[in-house]
């Protein structure tokens, strides 16, 4: 079991920035990737950006050049930097950890709000 605790979540104008954070723990070792994921009010929920065990890392095309993933070298927090902030980057962002057996783990979600 994983667990995952966001946090750094808020309300900011348009073009501001904030910075998420995740933590997991449990059994981190069998975390194979990190990521967040977000969800709008209507929508479905979709991936922004995620970084695997080795490092590489993918991003939604409508944050790339303006989010930024990272993790601590104990790779149990995961950040998600987020400049240049839009209002239609207002969701609920979630923590996501995938094991190797490709078993999802989730975060409670910690809402973005922006304001034009």
């Known amino acids: 079991q994983v667990q995952l605790v966001e946090s750094g979540g808020g309300l900011v104008q348009a073009g501001g920035s904030l910075r998420l954070s995740c933590v997991a723990s449990g059994s981190i070792f069998s975390i194979t990737a990190l990521g967040w994921y977000r969800q709008a009010p209507g929508k479905q929920r979709e991936l922004v950006a995620t970084?695997?065990?080795?490092?590489?890392?993918n991003y939604a095309n409508s944050v790339k050049g303006r989010f930024f993933i990272s993790r601590n070298n104990a790779k149990t927090t995961v950040y998600l930097q987020m400049n240049s902030l839009k209002p239609e980057d207002t969701a609920v962002y979630y923590c996501?950890?995938?094991?190797?057996?490709?078993?999802?783990?989730w975060g409670q979600g910690t809402q973005v709000t922006v304001s034009s």
């Open positions: 996501n950890a995938e094991n190797w057996g490709g078993t999802n783990y």
């Open positions: 970084i695997t065990r080795g490092g590489s890392t």
